[in-house]
């Protein structure tokens, strides 16, 4: 998957069906009417304004509309919520070595299950040989190696990589 231009061709897809995409948009009330959800009000570099709709979509990830529209909600432990993820892109990395550097020690489905917890991914047996872009031993290698504090909440630590650009 080349992943820049999916995000063109899900750009097109977006503009195609009429979604007025809101980016960099945060959701800080939500509208009733008649004790039924009626839209929401957001803030983003524009201001505040309301968007009002026939069916409110939380896609937050952090239940933010749910729980302002008055959902019960509940926290769960630390061990049990869902890593946060972090993406970024970096400049300067010599592609050649990295792409070798991924034939050479090659992720698989298998392995980004080998520890287990919040990463574990369950298949059916059938895609472990799969390759995937996760990066586990990686992490746990510089923490060995004191690039990253081995703290508790370092532990965990684990990423994928997705399009690579010269």
Aim: aromatic share 8%; with cysteine.
């Amino acid at each position: 998957l080349d992943a820049d231009y999916f995000k063109i061709v899900a750009d097109h897809l977006v503009s195609d069906a009429g979604v007025k995409p809101l980016l960099h948009t945060i959701v800080v009330e939500a509208i009733h009417e008649g004790g039924a959800l009626a839209g929401v009000i957001v803030e983003n570099k524009s201001g505040r304004s309301a968007v009002r709709a026939k069916r409110v979509i939380d896609c937050t990830g952090d239940a933010d509309v749910a729980y302002l529209a008055g959902a019960r909600c509940t926290k769960r432990d630390r061990r049990e919520r869902m890593g946060v993820s972090t993406v970024f892109s970096c400049s300067g990395v010599d592609k050649q070595a990295f792409i070798d550097y991924t034939e050479t020690n090659p992720a698989t489905y298998k392995t980004w299950s080998r520890r287990g917890g919040e990463w574990c991914q369950q298949t059916a047996d059938k895609e472990e040989h799969l390759r995937s872009p996760f990066l586990q031993e990686e992490f746990e290698k510089a923490i060995a190696a004191g690039v990253i504090p081995a703290t508790p909440s370092n532990m965990d630590l684990g990423g994928s990589w997705s399009a690579l650009s010269d």
